[in-house]
């Protein structure tokens, strides 16, 4: 059973930056990785992918803001993000492969 623990969440203003990490129990490098969100009251939506190969996609709404990566050698994958705004507030959640969640982090972007 993989676990996947995520780290960096928390509390940043308007405009600052986050990065964070998704750490794997095994072997990630065969798997496209991802990266989803989840609002109050809302449906857990896709943030960012990056497949096997390093391809990436992002959402609209964080296009050009957030960027993906993985350390494949140390099993992890990151989301940085940069220019963060308030409608970024959210659980994020690392997503291996089509089923193995992490338990999410809160990220809150607040004044």
């Known amino acids: 059973q993989v676990q996947l623990v995520e780290s960096g969440g928390g509390l940043v203003q308007p405009g600052g930056s986050l990065r964070l990490s998704c750490a794997a129990s095994?072997?990630?490098?065969?798997?496209?990785m991802g990266w989803y969100r989840q609002a109050p009251g809302k449906q857990r939506d896709l943030v960012a992918t990056?497949?096997?190969?390093?391809?990436?996609h992002y959402a609209d709404s964080v296009k050009g803001r957030f960027s993906i990566s993985r350390d494949n050698a140390g099993n992890t994958v990151y989301l940085q993000m940069d220019s963060l705004k308030p409608e970024d507030t959210a659980v994020y959640y690392c997503?291996?492969?089509?089923?193995?969640w992490g338990q999410g982090t809160q990220v809150t972007v607040s004044s």
């Open positions: 997503k291996l492969g089509y089923h193995y």
């Open positions: 095994g072997s990630i490098s065969t798997y496209t």
């Open positions: 990056i497949t096997s190969g390093g391809n990436t």
